[in-house]
């Protein structure tokens, strides 16, 4: 019913920006909240940063500062804003929906900052 589409990954240098979307299609009026997480090989996925419908966004304290969550409704889109990008932010980004407590994910798109 609903679909997350991901978009805007790719290779960056260190300390540049970079600014993922996310596509929502389907009826969102049961969602909670959207939200960002990431997935580097070998490691756990870490959870970015979210916007609950009818609350403040909320962040990642190691990430609060860099990175910055929004959403166009008009458009059915949320964004990420990533600036002052390091080595160890590369992963695959995925955007994702949460509904009765539960995070639905898309299938993400690849970030690589190297120099």
């Known amino acids: 019913q609903v679909q997350l589409v991901e978009s805007g990954g790719g290779l960056v240098h260190p300390g540049e920006s970079l600014r993922l979307s996310c596509a929502v299609s389907g009826n969102i009026f049961s969602m909670r909240a959207v939200g960002w997480g990431r997935q580097a090989p070998g490691k756990q996925r870490e959870w970015i940063a979210s916007?609950?419908?009818?609350?403040?966004?909320n962040y990642a304290d190691s990430l609060k500062g860099r990175f910055t969550i929004s959403r166009d409704d008009a458009k059915n889109m949320m964004y990420l804003q990533m600036n002052r990008l390091k080595p160890e932010d590369s992963a695959v980004y995925y955007c994702y929906y949460n509904r009765d407590g539960t995070r639905f994910w898309g299938q993400g798109t690849q970030v690589t900052v190297s120099s």
């Open positions: 916007i609950p419908f009818g609350g403040p966004t």
